[in-house]
């Protein structure tokens, strides 16, 4: 796997929004904090642009990435929110010049679609936050966000807040994301990549049926048997229907997977929360529940 380069004094980062429309006037915090860490910033040519709930239509999204990825002078990409739209063009980019000018891609949620792109052509990425929001989000976020763009080896140690955790060891590389996207790409070109890895699953605003369907669908093509170890974020705002499912979000994915013999860690502060801590994508860590306590970190770095 490839690893871009750690971000330094200079470095610039480009906000582009390759989903939903996004607004200057929103992106004010986000450009403060990212002049504090020393970074210049520079704003993607369809920041402001709409079309009907997109940042532009396709064909636009489409070429405000490939100008920030393909410009040597930008270090670093941050999408500036979620929504909806990055599946709609993700296959119409070039990411040949990222193999000799690799670039952090920074953003979760709907971007989860660039995550895995980017893995599938070994290419590391960071889940973390995004612009719009960033304030509401806490400070340890954006805190071990610039930890990792500076090239700090992630490492966390992370307590029991869940009775549904699993102990045990595992080693992998960090996969994942959004569950909705990741089910809604089985069988594209950037389906997920299970195969002896650690999967962190997250999501938001879905009726608890539809999240044990997506589970049944991940089960049924093979990922749970695959994979190394689980790393269950956030689930936010989950509905329900006037007839109660009868389990909640955490419940149903221990049930689909309970006869799998992997370690397990649910509650980790990551998803659409004020707690969004990075993951690095692609990064080859090392994760162990004891007692139900996390302990995740990169297995060739130095906490």
């Not at 990075?278 to 995740?296: A, C, F, R, S, T």
């Amino acid at each position: 796997m490839i690893k871009p380069e750690p971000l330094h004094e200079g470095s610039v980062v480009a906000i582009v929004a390759t989903a939903r429309a996004v607004f200057s006037k929103d992106l004010e915090f986000a450009k403060d904090w990212l002049t504090s860490c020393g970074y210049r910033v520079m704003l993607a040519n369809n920041i402001d642009h709409t079309y009907h709930q997109f940042a532009g239509d396709d064909a636009m999204r489409i070429n405000a990435l490939q100008k920030v990825i393909d410009d040597d002078n930008i270090d670093a990409i941050w999408f500036g929110k979620g929504g909806y739209g990055c599946a709609r063009v993700v296959d119409h980019i070039n990411f040949k010049p990222l193999m000799e000018r690799t670039k952090w891609f920074i953003g979760y949620s709907d971007p989860t679609v660039f995550h895995l792109a980017l893995f599938n052509k070994g290419i590391m990425s960071l889940h973390g936050v995004m612009p719009v929001g960033l304030s509401e989000k806490s400070v340890d976020s954006r805190v071990h966000l610039n930890n990792l763009l500076r090239g700090k080896a992630l490492h966390y140690r992370l307590e029991k807040v869940s009775a549904l955790n699993r102990d045990g060891e595992a080693e992998g590389r960090l996969i994942g994301g959004n569950l909705s996207v990741i089910q809604s790409v089985i069988g594209s070109p950037s389906s997920l990549c299970p195969k002896d890895n650690i999967l962190f699953l997250e999501d938001l605003d879905e009726y608890l049926y539809h999240i044990d369907r997506m589970m049944i669908n991940l089960k049924r093509n093979g990922v749970f048997e695959r994979v190394n170890g689980l790393i269950i974020g956030s689930f936010s705002a989950m509905k329900d229907n006037d007839v109660a499912f009868g389990k909640t979000a955490y419940a149903i994915i221990k049930d689909v997977v309970e006869q799998y013999d992997l370690p397990m860690y649910f509650d980790f502060p990551a998803g659409h929360e004020v707690d969004n801590y990075p993951l690095l994508l692609g990064e080859e860590v090392i994760m162990k529940v004891h007692n139900g306590q996390l302990n995740l970190q990169a297995k060739n770095g130095s906490a």
